[in-house]
Protein backbone atom coordinates (compact mmCIF):
# COMPACT_ATOMS: atom_id res chain seq x y z
CA UNK A 1 0.00 0.00 0.00
CA UNK A 2 1.60 2.84 -1.09
CA UNK A 3 1.44 6.33 0.37
CA UNK A 4 -0.80 9.11 -0.19
CA UNK A 5 0.70 12.70 -1.98
CA UNK A 6 -0.30 15.43 -0.46
CA UNK A 7 -1.80 18.06 -3.45
CA UNK A 8 -4.47 15.80 -4.61
CA UNK A 9 -7.16 13.64 -3.74
CA UNK A 10 -6.38 9.99 -3.35
CA UNK A 11 -8.22 6.64 -3.34
CA UNK A 12 -7.06 3.96 -1.84
CA UNK A 13 -8.36 0.09 -1.65
CA UNK A 14 -7.58 -1.49 1.89
CA UNK A 15 -5.50 -4.78 1.70
CA UNK A 16 -6.99 -7.92 3.87
CA UNK A 17 -3.48 -7.08 6.61
CA UNK A 18 -5.87 -3.60 7.16
CA UNK A 19 -9.00 -5.03 8.11
CA UNK A 20 -10.26 -4.46 11.83
CA UNK A 21 -8.19 -1.62 12.02
CA UNK A 22 -9.60 1.81 12.95
CA UNK A 23 -10.14 4.52 10.35
CA UNK A 24 -8.45 6.89 12.84
CA UNK A 25 -5.33 4.46 13.43
CA UNK A 26 -5.20 4.05 9.89
CA UNK A 27 -4.83 7.38 8.92
CA UNK A 28 -2.58 8.70 11.56
CA UNK A 29 -0.27 5.52 9.95
CA UNK A 30 -0.88 6.85 6.35
CA UNK A 31 -0.98 10.62 6.72
CA UNK A 32 2.54 10.55 8.89
CA UNK A 33 3.60 14.22 10.37
CA UNK A 34 0.00 14.95 10.28
CA UNK A 35 -1.44 15.64 13.94
CA UNK A 36 -4.13 13.87 15.36
CA UNK A 37 -6.52 16.85 15.81
CA UNK A 38 -6.51 17.57 12.12
CA UNK A 39 -7.11 14.04 11.02
CA UNK A 40 -10.15 13.85 13.46
CA UNK A 41 -11.15 17.23 11.81
CA UNK A 42 -11.03 16.16 8.01
CA UNK A 43 -12.79 12.65 9.32
CA UNK A 44 -15.82 14.96 10.82
CA UNK A 45 -16.05 17.49 8.14
CA UNK A 46 -16.68 13.85 5.69
CA UNK A 47 -13.23 14.99 3.43
CA UNK A 48 -12.64 11.49 4.66
CA UNK A 49 -15.02 9.24 3.04
CA UNK A 50 -15.37 5.27 3.23
CA UNK A 51 -17.09 3.71 0.31
CA UNK A 52 -18.07 7.28 -0.89
CA UNK A 53 -19.85 7.55 2.50
CA UNK A 54 -19.25 9.58 5.48
CA UNK A 55 -17.85 7.44 8.90
CA UNK A 56 -16.77 8.33 12.09
CA UNK A 57 -13.23 7.86 13.45
CA UNK A 58 -13.99 4.86 15.49
CA UNK A 59 -14.97 2.86 11.63
CA UNK A 60 -13.08 -0.38 11.24
CA UNK A 61 -12.02 -0.91 7.92
CA UNK A 62 -13.03 -4.03 5.82
CA UNK A 63 -10.66 -5.61 3.25
CA UNK A 64 -11.60 -4.23 -0.26
CA UNK A 65 -13.26 -0.79 1.36
CA UNK A 66 -12.11 2.02 -0.89
CA UNK A 67 -11.02 5.49 1.48
CA UNK A 68 -10.88 8.82 0.17
CA UNK A 69 -8.06 11.21 1.16
CA UNK A 70 -8.26 14.58 0.92
CA UNK A 71 -5.42 17.03 -0.42
CA UNK A 72 -3.38 17.49 3.26
CA UNK A 73 0.30 18.87 4.29
CA UNK A 74 2.51 16.05 5.45
CA UNK A 75 5.64 16.76 7.62
CA UNK A 76 8.82 16.02 5.95
CA UNK A 77 10.51 13.44 6.69
CA UNK A 78 13.28 14.64 8.62
CA UNK A 79 11.16 16.55 10.88
CA UNK A 80 8.97 13.37 11.89
CA UNK A 81 11.60 11.69 13.41
CA UNK A 82 11.82 10.79 16.86
CA UNK A 83 14.54 11.62 19.06
CA UNK A 84 17.56 9.30 20.10
CA UNK A 85 16.68 9.62 23.20
CA UNK A 86 13.10 8.73 23.27
CA UNK A 87 14.12 5.47 20.84
CA UNK A 88 16.95 4.37 23.47
CA UNK A 89 14.61 4.75 26.47
CA UNK A 90 11.87 2.51 24.40
CA UNK A 91 14.67 -0.02 23.82
CA UNK A 92 15.53 -0.46 27.00
CA UNK A 93 12.28 -0.75 27.84
CA UNK A 94 11.55 -4.01 25.90
CA UNK A 95 10.82 -6.63 28.91
CA UNK A 96 9.58 -9.62 26.39
CA UNK A 97 9.39 -10.07 22.23
CA UNK A 98 8.26 -12.40 19.63
CA UNK A 99 6.71 -12.72 15.91
CA UNK A 100 3.02 -11.51 17.42
CA UNK A 101 4.15 -8.96 20.55
CA UNK A 102 6.47 -6.65 21.93
CA UNK A 103 6.22 -6.13 25.87
CA UNK A 104 7.21 -2.75 27.47
CA UNK A 105 8.01 -1.73 30.50
CA UNK A 106 6.52 1.99 29.83
CA UNK A 107 8.55 4.56 31.51
CA UNK A 108 6.20 7.37 33.25
CA UNK A 109 6.11 10.45 31.40
CA UNK A 110 5.80 8.83 28.08
CA UNK A 111 2.46 9.18 26.10
CA UNK A 112 1.49 6.08 24.73
CA UNK A 113 0.24 7.85 21.67
CA UNK A 114 1.27 11.46 20.00
CA UNK A 115 -1.92 14.27 20.25
CA UNK A 116 -2.23 17.38 22.59
CA UNK A 117 1.18 18.79 21.59
CA UNK A 118 3.17 15.53 21.78
CA UNK A 119 4.41 14.19 18.10
CA UNK A 120 5.94 11.27 19.63
CA UNK A 121 4.20 8.58 21.79
CA UNK A 122 5.52 5.22 22.46
CA UNK A 123 3.44 3.87 19.19
CA UNK A 124 4.99 6.60 16.66
CA UNK A 125 7.99 6.34 17.99
CA UNK A 126 8.28 2.48 17.90
CA UNK A 127 6.96 2.58 14.31
CA UNK A 128 10.11 5.17 13.21
CA UNK A 129 12.21 2.54 15.61
CA UNK A 130 11.02 0.14 12.79
CA UNK A 131 9.92 0.49 9.38
CA UNK A 132 9.52 -2.61 8.44
CA UNK A 133 7.12 -3.95 10.49
CA UNK A 134 4.00 -2.53 9.21
CA UNK A 135 1.31 -3.51 11.80
CA UNK A 136 2.44 -2.46 14.82
CA UNK A 137 -0.44 -1.63 17.16
CA UNK A 138 -1.24 -0.71 20.63
CA UNK A 139 -2.97 -3.35 22.15
CA UNK A 140 -4.33 -1.22 24.95
CA UNK A 141 -3.79 2.03 26.80
CA UNK A 142 -1.95 3.82 29.88
CA UNK A 143 -2.08 7.24 31.44
CA UNK A 144 1.01 8.97 30.24
CA UNK A 145 2.51 9.11 33.91
CA UNK A 146 1.55 5.62 34.69
CA UNK A 147 4.47 3.57 34.58
CA UNK A 148 4.45 -0.51 33.57
CA UNK A 149 3.57 -3.16 31.19
CA UNK A 150 1.86 -2.22 27.87
CA UNK A 151 1.36 -4.57 25.48
CA UNK A 152 2.30 -3.98 21.36
CA UNK A 153 0.59 -6.36 18.58
CA UNK A 154 2.78 -7.08 16.00
CA UNK A 155 0.47 -9.04 13.94
CA UNK A 156 -3.11 -7.48 12.86
CA UNK A 157 -4.21 -11.65 13.79
CA UNK A 158 -2.23 -11.24 17.26
CA UNK A 159 -4.31 -7.74 17.96
CA UNK A 160 -7.88 -9.22 17.38
CA UNK A 161 -6.45 -12.53 19.32
CA UNK A 162 -5.81 -10.11 22.13
CA UNK A 163 -8.45 -7.88 21.32
CA UNK A 164 -11.15 -10.83 21.91
CA UNK A 165 -9.06 -11.91 24.80
CA UNK A 166 -9.50 -8.72 26.62
CA UNK A 167 -13.63 -8.50 25.61
CA UNK A 168 -13.94 -11.92 27.71
CA UNK A 169 -11.96 -10.57 30.31
CA UNK A 170 -9.37 -12.83 29.24
CA UNK A 171 -6.24 -10.61 30.51
CA UNK A 172 -5.46 -9.91 34.15
CA UNK A 173 -3.95 -6.64 34.49
CA UNK A 174 -2.37 -5.82 38.04
CA UNK A 175 -1.35 -2.87 39.03
CA UNK A 176 0.31 -1.60 42.25
CA UNK A 177 -0.39 2.21 43.78
CA UNK A 178 0.50 4.42 46.68
CA UNK A 179 -2.12 5.78 48.35
CA UNK A 180 -3.12 8.36 51.32
CA UNK A 181 -4.64 7.16 54.35
CA UNK A 182 -5.83 3.22 55.19
CA UNK A 183 -8.95 1.42 55.02
CA UNK A 184 -9.05 0.80 59.08
CA UNK A 185 -9.41 -3.17 59.85
CA UNK A 186 -9.93 -3.60 56.04
CA UNK A 187 -7.51 -5.97 54.00
CA UNK A 188 -8.92 -5.36 50.60
CA UNK A 189 -12.20 -3.57 48.78
CA UNK A 190 -14.40 -4.11 45.71
CA UNK A 191 -15.54 -0.78 44.21
CA UNK A 192 -18.18 -1.27 41.79
CA UNK A 193 -19.37 2.18 40.84
CA UNK A 194 -19.68 3.28 37.27
CA UNK A 195 -17.43 6.38 35.58
CA UNK A 196 -18.11 9.01 32.92
CA UNK A 197 -15.83 11.03 31.18
CA UNK A 198 -16.20 14.89 31.24
CA UNK A 199 -14.29 17.65 29.72
CA UNK A 200 -13.70 20.44 31.32
CA UNK A 201 -12.75 24.29 29.61
CA UNK A 202 -9.34 24.01 28.03
CA UNK A 203 -10.10 20.63 26.76
CA UNK A 204 -8.98 18.91 29.50
CA UNK A 205 -10.64 15.29 30.55
CA UNK A 206 -11.66 14.29 34.25
CA UNK A 207 -13.48 11.35 35.11
CA UNK A 208 -16.23 11.18 37.85
CA UNK A 209 -18.40 8.47 39.50
CA UNK A 210 -21.76 9.50 37.74
CA UNK A 211 -24.84 6.87 37.52
CA UNK A 212 -25.17 6.97 34.55
CA UNK A 213 -21.90 6.20 33.34
CA UNK A 214 -19.92 2.75 32.34
CA UNK A 215 -20.18 -0.10 34.76
CA UNK A 216 -16.62 -0.21 36.38
CA UNK A 217 -15.20 -2.69 38.55
CA UNK A 218 -11.73 -2.75 40.69
CA UNK A 219 -11.03 -4.91 42.86
CA UNK A 220 -8.00 -3.85 45.38
CA UNK A 221 -6.14 -5.74 48.43
CA UNK A 222 -3.40 -4.11 50.57
CA UNK A 223 0.46 -5.58 50.08
CA UNK A 224 2.44 -2.71 52.74
CA UNK A 225 1.15 -0.62 55.42
CA UNK A 226 3.08 2.48 56.29
CA UNK A 227 2.37 5.74 58.62
CA UNK A 228 -0.70 7.72 56.09
CA UNK A 229 0.08 5.60 53.44
CA UNK A 230 -0.85 2.31 52.19
CA UNK A 231 0.52 0.06 48.58
CA UNK A 232 -1.81 -1.83 47.41
CA UNK A 233 -2.63 -4.18 44.29
CA UNK A 234 -5.39 -2.93 41.89
CA UNK A 235 -7.19 -5.88 39.65
CA UNK A 236 -8.62 -4.54 36.77
CA UNK A 237 -12.29 -5.73 35.41
CA UNK A 238 -13.22 -3.14 33.30
CA UNK A 239 -11.06 -0.72 31.30
CA UNK A 240 -12.08 2.83 31.89
CA UNK A 241 -10.28 5.75 31.63
CA UNK A 242 -8.51 6.58 34.73
CA UNK A 243 -10.42 3.85 36.58
CA UNK A 244 -8.02 2.96 39.10
CA UNK A 245 -7.34 7.04 39.90
CA UNK A 246 -11.10 7.61 40.30
CA UNK A 247 -12.13 4.48 42.02
CA UNK A 248 -8.98 5.19 44.85
CA UNK A 249 -10.08 8.60 45.14
CA UNK A 250 -13.99 7.61 45.54
CA UNK A 251 -12.99 5.47 48.50
CA UNK A 252 -11.10 7.90 50.21
CA UNK A 253 -7.86 6.95 49.72
CA UNK A 254 -6.42 8.62 46.53
CA UNK A 255 -3.22 7.91 45.03
CA UNK A 256 -0.29 9.40 46.00
CA UNK A 257 1.40 12.02 43.47
CA UNK A 258 -1.84 12.07 41.74
CA UNK A 259 -2.50 16.16 40.65
CA UNK A 260 -5.66 15.58 38.73
CA UNK A 261 -7.64 12.91 41.54
CA UNK A 262 -5.40 13.37 44.44
CA UNK A 263 -4.93 15.64 47.48
CA UNK A 264 -2.45 18.72 47.37
CA UNK A 265 -1.40 18.95 50.74
CA UNK A 266 -0.24 14.88 50.80
CA UNK A 267 1.14 15.06 47.46
CA UNK A 268 3.26 17.69 49.11
CA UNK A 269 4.09 16.28 51.48
CA UNK A 270 5.57 13.08 49.72
CA UNK A 271 7.56 15.64 47.67
CA UNK A 272 9.84 15.27 50.79
CA UNK A 273 10.28 11.77 50.50
CA UNK A 274 11.36 12.15 46.62
CA UNK A 275 7.83 11.30 44.82
CA UNK A 276 7.32 13.59 42.21
CA UNK A 277 5.06 11.71 40.00
CA UNK A 278 1.85 9.55 40.35
CA UNK A 279 2.49 6.44 41.93
CA UNK A 280 0.49 4.17 39.71
CA UNK A 281 2.47 0.84 38.00
CA UNK A 282 0.93 -1.56 35.77
CA UNK A 283 2.98 -4.38 37.96
CA UNK A 284 1.78 -7.38 36.03
CA UNK A 285 -0.03 -8.68 32.41
CA UNK A 286 -0.90 -12.24 32.18
CA UNK A 287 -3.17 -14.30 29.83
CA UNK A 288 -3.55 -18.14 27.69
CA UNK A 289 -2.58 -18.04 24.07
CA UNK A 290 -6.22 -19.40 22.89
CA UNK A 291 -3.63 -20.78 20.26
CA UNK A 292 -1.13 -22.36 22.22
CA UNK A 293 -2.53 -23.06 25.24
CA UNK A 294 0.84 -20.93 26.84
CA UNK A 295 0.17 -19.00 29.81
CA UNK A 296 1.89 -15.34 28.79
CA UNK A 297 2.79 -14.16 32.03
CA UNK A 298 5.38 -10.62 32.15
CA UNK A 299 6.38 -8.40 35.13
CA UNK A 300 7.22 -5.14 35.28
CA UNK A 301 10.09 -3.59 37.94
CA UNK A 302 9.15 -0.77 39.13
CA UNK A 303 11.59 2.25 38.64
CA UNK A 304 14.28 3.51 41.16
CA UNK A 305 12.15 6.24 41.65
CA UNK A 306 9.01 4.63 42.78
CA UNK A 307 11.94 2.02 44.99
CA UNK A 308 13.46 4.79 46.51
CA UNK A 309 10.04 6.51 47.80
CA UNK A 310 8.81 2.93 49.41
CA UNK A 311 12.14 2.60 50.73
CA UNK A 312 12.50 5.56 52.89
CA UNK A 313 8.67 5.22 54.29
CA UNK A 314 9.72 1.70 55.12
CA UNK A 315 12.56 3.55 57.37
Known amino acids: MSEPAGKKVVLMT ?28 IVRKGEVRVNKGRVAVN ?27 LKKSLKDAILFENNEIIVLNKPSGMAVHGGSGISFGVIETLRAMRPEEKSLELVHRLDRETSGCLLISKKRSALKKLHDL ?23 LKIDVPLRKNSLKGGERIVRVDPEGKPSLTYFSILEKFQDAMLVEALLKTGRTHQIRVHLQYAGTPILGDIKYGNEQANRKMKSVGLYRLFLHAASLAYTDPESGKLMLFKAP ?8 LSVLRQ
Not at 60 to 85: A, C, E, F, K, T
Open 166 to 188: IREDGIEKKYQALVQGDWGKKTS
Open 59 to 85: YRLNSGDIVRLPPVRQSQPDQNQPHNG
Open 302 to 309: MDNELEEV
Open 14 to 41: IEPDYAGQRLDNFLMRILKGVPKSKIYK
